[in-house]
């Protein structure tokens, strides 16, 4: 069974007689405290018996009664149960809590928390008078707040998807700005005229495979020869038979 952090009190309140008020000659009535709360169980109200142990607490903890277990009757997450039995000292101490304890089975109770402060008199404590900011995240049930619940402009971060698939193609861009110029291998037999080809342009004489290039300033230049020069004669070879 899995309980909530924080039970939700919808009434507390101490009835309790003070003997200094009574009618003299009148013994005062025992005291007595009844006490309405509401019990969830994996985020959904409890519907059913339960077993409840309750306990007075002082300011630093100390337990001044506690109950006997009783079986409660559960509708739709309310109980309320009338506790007596303790003397009328125990609520004139300061700092009082009371501590609720709770279980599906006689001798294996849970006890809730926090415990919840008493307030002697004839006064009441309700779920909507709780003070802004009074409850944190463990008084909060998990998945208990909604997006729509949530202050504009806050934003929840969770982790990052998987990639989505890619989308389709977009249409053809713009034609980009024309490039400069490249250069040209010119070609001819003899040596090129000055004022043949641009500036970076190669000439090719194909009568004797000489490469002119790249112009310059308007000039060729004297150009490279693409064939070596001859080699020297070869030995003579031998002389042939008669």
Do not use: H
């Not at 006689?106 to 008493?118: D, E, F, H, K």
């Not at 990639?163 to 490039?179: C, E, K, M, S, T």
């Amino acid at each position: 069974m899995r309980l909530p952090l924080l039970p939700s009190i919808l009434f507390l309140a101490v009835c309790a007689t003070s003997p200094l008020v009574a009618a003299e000659g009148v013994a005062p009535p025992a005291p007595s405290l009844n006490y309405q709360g509401r019990l969830v169980e994996d985020g959904l109200p409890v519907s059913g018996a339960r077993f409840f142990r309750f306990s007075i607490l002082d300011g630093v903890g100390t337990q001044l009664w506690q109950s006997a277990e009783q079986s409660v009757t559960v509708v739709d997450g309310l109980y309320a149960i009338q506790l007596s039995g303790f003397a009328a000292t125990v609520l004139a101490e300061s700092g009082l809590a009371l501590r609720v304890e709770v279980g599906e089975a006689s001798g294996a109770l849970t006890a809730l928390t926090p415990n919840i402060a008493l307030i002697p008199g004839l006064q009441a404590t309700t779920a909507f008078s709780v003070s802004a900011g009074a409850v944190g995240t463990a008084g909060l049930v998990d998945g208990a707040v909604t997006a729509a619940k949530l202050a504009p402009g806050v934003i929840i971060s969770g982790p990052t998807g998987p990639q989505g698939p890619a989308g389709a193609q977009g249409p053809i861009g713009a034609a980009g700005v024309a490039g400069v110029d490249g250069r040209t291998v010119l070609n001819g037999s003899g040596v090129p005229a000055a004022g043949l080809g641009a500036n970076g342009d190669f000439y090719l004489d194909t009568a004797v495979s000489r490469l002119y290039g790249p112009k310059t300033t308007g000039a060729w230049g004297a150009g490279v020869a693409l064939i070596g020069a001859t080699g020297p004669a070869g030995a003579a070879g031998a002389q042939g038979s008669a």
